[in-house]
């Protein structure tokens, strides 16, 4: 079989990863998904940092994943095309090795956060959790991107989702006819 292609798909919460990934497969044959939201830590209590003045968890940290567990998920995969989604791929320096493509989302944080209270999210999110963990956590991340990975393709979560996904499309296209 020939390399398999990984193509990530990372950045800020509500910026459209999992509807282009999904899109996706009505493009290509013989790809596969994997969201990272799929591996949060089941017994987050165990893992996941506290926030006592919220009574509430740290869901945007790396460590509320079961990292590990999704590695072996993705050594699993067989298809040609593997595509991993989620906010916090990149902070693990396994999923950033293995990226033949990566693309990260940006979004303005008034969209970002009228997108997220149209969300339901369990458990709920607590008042004043946006602005002082979630928001703070992407923009970390995307500081480290900027610094670690020069290669990132961004995408402007207020394009349209048809726009982004033929960007990513596109970009997936030209890979597999340098391959050849």
């Not at 050594?75 to 693309?103: C, H, M, P, W, Y």
């Not at 940006?106 to 970002?112: A, F």
Request: aromatic letters at 10%.
């Amino acid at each position: 079989m020939a390399k398999q292609l990984v193509i990530v798909i990372a950045g800020v919460t509500c910026g459209g990863k999992t509807t282009i990934a999904n899109r996706l497969t009505n493009t290509f044959n013989d790809i596969s998904i994997l969201h990272q939201d799929d591996f949060y830590y089941t017994k987050y209590e165990d893992h996941l940092e506290s926030i006592p003045e919220l009574n509430y968890h740290a869901w945007d940290k790396i460590s509320a994943y079961d990292m590990n567990k999704m590695m072996t998920a993705i050594d699993s995969q067989t298809s040609k095309i593997l595509v991993l989604e989620g906010i916090l791929l990149l902070d693990d320096i396994r999923i950033l090795n293995l990226a033949d493509l990566t693309f990260f989302t940006i979004l303005d944080k008034e969209i970002c956060w009228d997108r997220r209270v149209a969300r339901t999210y369990l458990p709920p999110e607590p008042p004043g959790y946006f602005e002082k963990y979630a928001w703070p956590e992407y923009e970390r991340h995307l500081e480290m991107i900027k610094k670690k990975k020069t290669d990132v393709i961004f995408l402007n979560g207020s394009d349209s989702i048809d726009f982004n996904t033929s960007v990513v499309v596109n970009h997936i296209n030209q890979l597999v006819l340098n391959l050849k």
